[in-house]
C-alpha cells in the first residue's frame, strides 16, 4: 500500500489561507485519484476534493471557489491550497489514493494520518 504524508494544517482566523501537502511513496503512474477528505468532530468523514491521474478534479460544494487540488508529479505531491477559510472548515484532513489491487483490479484506500485545521479568531 502507498504510504502518504500530510502537512501544512494548523491554526489561522476566518479568511486565512493555508496549503496542505500530501507526498506519497508509489509512482503517481500506478495511482488512479488522490484527494482530501476531512473530518469535523461529531460528524462523517466527508470528501473534499479529488484530483485523477488524468489531472480531473472535483470539489464538494462547501468548498468550491475557494479551495483548490493540484498536484506536481516530480514531487510525488499533491496539495490542497485552502483560501477564504471560515470556521466551518475547521476539521481533520485526510489525504487519500486510489490505487488498484494488484490481483483483482478492485480499487484500495490508502489513507494519510491526517492533519488538523483550526480555523478560529
Known amino acids: 500500500q502507498v504510504q502518504l504524508v500530510e502537512s501544512g494544517g494548523g491554526l489561522v482566523q476566518p479568511g486565512g489561507s493555508l496549503r496542505l501537502s500530501c507526498t506519497h511513496s508509489e509512482s503517481t503512474a500506478r495511482i488512479y485519484a488522490m484527494g482530501w477528505y476531512r473530518q469535523a468532530p461529531g460528524k462523517q468523514r466527508n470528501l473534499v476534493a479529488r484530483?485523477?491521474?488524468?489531472?480531473?478534479?472535483i470539489y464538494s460544494d462547501s468548498v468550491k471557489g475557494r479551495f483548490t487540488i493540484s498536484r506536481d508529479n516530480a514531487k510525488n505531491t499533491v496539495y490542497l491550497q485552502m483560501n477564504s477559510l471560515k470556521p466551518e472548515d475547521t476539521a481533520v484532513y485526510y489525504c487519500?489514493?486510489?490505487?488498484?489491487?494488484?490481483?483483482?483490479?478492485?480499487?484500495?484506500?490508502?489513507w494519510g494520518q491526517g492533519t488538523q485545521v483550526t480555523v478560529s479568531s
Open positions: 487519500y489514493a486510489d490505487l488498484p489491487e494488484t490481483t483483482t483490479g478492485a480499487i484500495n484506500k490508502s
Open positions: 484530483i485523477t491521474n488524468s489531472d480531473s478534479s
